[in-house]
């Protein structure tokens, strides 16, 4: 009968793609009231702080509105030369705003920098009201909900387009994450507008051109995506930077200043830059451990990891790696080599579970008359030592 195992092992690290000194990696305290922290390159979450709680996202949730739109412009719904006209509604709209007035017809392109670069109310409500289901904000808002679900942000409900206060608008850090994962990945030929420092729309707005990310200056290889501030919120960043071969994406939520959320979202980048490295932990083919077969040619098969196993680690953690092989075993024959048979598992300090898959080293066929016989005899031994309930 086959049951869930797991073996216990110790990985060596082979080699480290780079060396830093520096403090663990468990050092940094976040003060922010809500952060997560992805290396979206390796997949790895550095940090999680009330990730999941639903909270006032403020106009970071103005990036669901943008996902929307892009997908729209990549479906032929909107062009970026299309010129929008601009309601009673979407004027009304105070805080950050385009100045917009129902004289208008604005270019799609436009409303995407003002909304981008200054975080306009009013372009939100204009790009909404063009494409809800039923020509309202409030309804765009109910599509954005069920597209956030299919998206598999869990933890998302909109009452409008651009996260002014209200009543059940929602989201968490978590949630904000995945969103800017999506924004990234598939929509790269729009991402490069989150890295614009300045949009000057017709010269009406000349206190409101800059964009407010505090770390696109820094040369620290931030290039987006969105603030936001409310009172009720405080201050927060959905963050994004990128350094050599690795993108680092995080969402901080909560801090009291403007001033207290720049320092912290340039603590995030630096921390998870320097802090952490990829380790290769076996090479491609190499056994990292064996499973046990049932009525197969074979006892055991060598299980291998698929290429290169690496992980992102602490640059301060030990070069041994406690792990553990798990899988449902024994594993019947037939078997080919490369099929998917077991996980291997590792929970570095202060970091989540880190989950990679091990396949067969090599094939093993169905045993012959003789190995079911073997097989059989042993299964009626072993029934006969333990007795029917199973126990010595």
């Known amino acids: ?107 799609v392109e436009d409303l995407l920098q003002g909304i981008i670069v200054l975080s306009g109310n009013d372009a939100c409500a204009v790009i909404a009201e063009a494409l809800s289901p039923d020509g309202t904000e409030a309804g765009f808002a109910r599509y954005m909900t069920q597209r956030a679900r299919q998206l598999g942000m869990e933890h998302s409900t909109f009452a409008n387009s651009n996260g002014w206060p209200a009543a059940g608008h929602l989201m968490s850090v978590h949630d904000l994450a995945i969103l800017a994962q999506h924004i990234i990945s598939d929509f790269p030929e ?65 801090l009291s200043t403007k001033e207290a959320r720049a320092d912290e979202a340039e603590a995030i980048v630096n921390w998870s830059f320097r802090q952490f490295a990829r380790k290769t932990l076996a090479q491609a083919g190499a056994p990292v451990a064996q499973a046990k077969v049932w009525m197969g040619r074979d006892q055991t098969v060598g299980l291998v990891p698929e290429g290169d196993l690496t992980a992102l680690l602490p640059v301060m953690s030990s070069d041994d790696v406690q792990a553990e092989v798990v899988y449902t075993g024994p594993i019947h024959a037939p078997i080919t080599k490369g099929q998917k048979l077991a996980d291997l598992v590792f929970t570095p300090e202060g970091m989540g579970e880190i989950r990679r898959p091990l396949v067969a080293a090599n094939d093993v066929p169905t045993g012959g008359f003789m190995v079911r016989v073997q097989t059989a005899a042993s299964v009626l031994l072993t029934k006969l030592i333990k007795g029917p309930e199973g126990t010595m």
Request: charged share 20%.
């Open 1 to 107: 009968m086959t049951r869930p195992l797991r073996r216990s092992l110790r990985l060596s690290v082979l080699a480290c793609s780079a060396l830093l000194w520096a403090l663990p990696a468990s050092a940094f305290d976040t003060r922010a009231r809500a952060a997560y922290i992805l290396d979206q390159t390796t997949n790895t979450v550095l940090l999680a702080k009330n990730a999941d709680e639903a909270i006032p996202p403020a106009s970071m949730s103005k990036l669901m509105t943008l996902y929307i739109a892009f997908e729209a412009l990549r479906d032929g719904r909107l062009t970026l030369n299309e010129r929008l006209p601009v309601s009673e509604h979407a004027m009304s709209y105070g805080g950050s705003t385009m100045f917009l007035d129902t004289t208008d017809r604005v270019r």
């Open 190 to 254: 729009y991402y490069p507008l989150f890295s614009e420092t300045h949009f000057d729309f017709d010269g009406r707005a000349p206190s409101n051109t800059q964009n407010r990310n505090p770390l696109l200056h820094l040369g620290i290889g931030a290039d987006g995506l969105k603030t936001g501030h409310t009172q009720e919120a405080g201050y927060g960043l959905v963050g994004s930077a990128k350094q050599g071969d690795r993108r680092v994406i995080f969402v901080i939520s909560g």
